[in-house]
């Protein structure tokens, strides 16, 4: 089977990051909620992951440059116009798969400290999604956002080959299929992208709005410190 390989563009990609931190950050700045309170800290935190992302592809546009190799001490003998080409492709694959469960991460904890405030979170997240949904209310297509994150993560889990029954999932008009025993072809920093956009403004805007009732859940990273040891 084949794989296909888009090419990819830094500058694109590097000012996509740029647009959704900022959205991250006027969200934040927007929210009616304390500063460590669930409901506003997932701000801080997709911004948090989304910087690292953005600096990663920055310093990814080094790796085109044969003196940065040669700076750093490679044996630069064997570095020809493919090594250079292959190398930005093997960073930012590793990228997309880091920026995907940084991304996850965040939302499946906020997702689960919400539900943990009305006892209703479960140890199977699809559980927890249900309950929260049943509590809150979430729409029938932000729902069908959250079972293509679960089935991209689930993936994960079997080297990116999907091995559930087929499903294909339409959202906002477009087809998302996932066929049992094959790989994954969607993906990539720009499709990463596209799903944070997503979750911000389809389904923690909505949960948020959804839980307002609720004055304040703490955050479980609100206590936390930290402190360098010499």
Request: aromatic letters at 12%; charged letters at 20%.
């Amino acid at each position: 089977m084949k794989i296909p390989v888009y090419q990819i563009d830094l500058n694109k990609i590097i000012n996509d990051l740029n647009e959704i931190n900022l959205r991250c950050n006027e969200l934040k700045s927007k929210s009616t909620f304390p500063e460590n309170d669930v409901r506003t800290m997932i701000f801080t935190l997709f911004s948090i992951e989304i910087q690292f992302i953005l600096l990663s592809v920055t310093l990814s546009k080094n790796l085109t440059d044969i003196n940065f190799y040669k700076d750093n001490g490679y044996n630069i003998e064997n570095i020809d116009e493919e090594f250079l080409g292959n190398s930005i492709y093997q960073h930012t694959s590793s990228l997309s798969n880091s920026f995907f469960i940084l991304i996850f991460v965040q939302l499946e904890n906020y997702l689960r400290l919400i539900a943990s405030h009305k006892n209703i979170n479960h140890f199977k997240i699809s559980k927890t999604i249900t309950n929260i949904s049943e509590k809150y209310g979430i729409t029938e297509e932000s729902l069908k956002l959250l079972k293509i994150l679960l089935n991209l993560r689930n993936s994960m889990h079997d080297g990116g080959f999907f091995n559930h029954i087929d499903d294909t999932i339409i959202y906002k008009g477009q087809n998302f299929e996932f066929l049992k025993g094959k790989p994954i072809l969607m993906g990539g920093i720009p499709f990463n992208i596209y799903l944070s956009f997503e979750i911000l403004e389809n389904i923690i805007i909505q949960v948020n709005e959804n839980t307002k009732a609720e004055e304040f859940i703490e955050h479980n990273y609100a206590n936390l410190k930290f402190e360098i040891e010499e």
